[in-house]
């Protein structure tokens, strides 16, 4: 599985970076850098930037809606390490028609998600723009170094499980960009609940070992765990919690659930554990296995036992 476009690049940057000493900073490769702070805690520092027409249609969704989706698919970052987010900055470049109400509504979408979570603004920036709205969002969280999860933490017979179903926001894109903004599934799109309170959760669990948001699709996102953890995975497409389709579930992205890799005797525990916590429970869809001769990261796909040929592919900007 070859690297091409935006992870090809982005293993280019890493390349050119990489003669400059990190003080013991861990940078790129997971969902959030790890700067320790000293006393036995990390803090968790993570970036996304959103683009009008990119990533968004302006009159497909609200401002409070869009306010809302910036800070969470940041957070859904900062949950993806173990951690607890404690702060947010924000930047925004606004064309001159977004700078009135619009953005007040905007921003009061942005307050909300962030008094959801108990997550101050400490800063940012203002710009205009000559073209579209283009929105930078910086996450900060903190965990105890024994809580972070890493995606090089994977272990051959590891359980491959997710929180929760996958597919909707893409079927909700769907309804985007075919107009109809108003659909249950576009709601899906425009308005992720990050699993800031799971991530954390799972970060105080010793079973389990690697863990990733899923916000390309899991075709794209699990390979960054097999490559890192120098493993393979097995996924069993009938046990894929998909309401939508199948190619939705797996390479749609923008999901924002959390797929992470667990010890398999103490599954069941954790499972009880984690529904007694939030009165669901997490999917089990593969296991991890070891890694055969000096392939790229390799997905075994099955369906009822029987292996299954697949080119699924997640998203990728380039």
């Known amino acids: 599985m070859a690297k091409t476009g935006e992870f090809a690049l982005i293993d280019r940057i890493r390349t050119l970076f990489g003669d400059i000493p990190s003080g013991g900073i ?50 859904s970052d900062v949950a993806a390490m173990g951690a607890a987010p404690v702060g947010s900055l924000l930047s925004l470049a606004l064309p001159a028609d977004c700078r009135g109400e619009w953005a007040e509504r905007f921003m009061a979408g942005y307050h909300e998600l962030s008094a959801r979570y108990g997550v101050p603004l400490i800063g940012g920036d203002t710009t205009s723009s000559e073209g579209g709205i283009t929105i930078n969002v910086v996450a900060l969280g903190s965990a105890p170094d024994a809580c972070i999860k890493r995606r090089s933490g994977a272990r051959p017979g590891d359980v491959i499980a997710v929180t929760g179903p996958l597919g909707e926001s893409a079927a909700g894109l769907r309804d985007v960009l075919a107009g109809r903004f ?3 599934q576009a709601r899906i ?26 916000s390309d ?12 953890s120098g493993v393979g995975a097995t996924i069993h497409l009938e046990r894929i919690p998909a309401p939508c389709t199948l190619e939705d579930a797996l390479a749609g992205g923008e999901d924002y659930k959390l797929l992470f890799t667990a010890r398999p005797e103490d599954w069941r525990q954790l499972c009880g554990a984690y529904r007694e916590r939030f009165g669901t429970e997490p999917a089990a869809v593969g296991e991890i296995t070891r890694k055969e001769g000096d392939a790229g990261p390799c997905i075994a796909w099955c369906s009822e036992g029987r292996p299954v040929e697949g080119s699924w592919q997640g998203f990728s900007h380039f």
């Open 182 to 184: 108003d659909t249950p």
């Open 26 to 75: 861990e940078g790129i490769g997971d969902d959030c850098a790890v700067i320790p702070s000293g006393g036995g805690r990390s803090t968790v520092i993570t970036t996304d930037l959103l683009a009008e027409g990119v990533h968004f249609l302006r009159r497909a969704l609200s401002p409070e809606e869009l306010g809302r989706k910036s800070l969470a698919v940041n957070l």
């Open 189 to 214: 799109h425009h308005n992720p609940t990050p699993c800031v309170y799971e991530g954390e959760w799972l970060g105080s669990r010793s079973e389990v070992h690697a863990m990733i948001d899923l």
């Open 217 to 228: 699709g899991l075709a794209s996102d699990l390979p960054h765990i097999l490559e890192l």
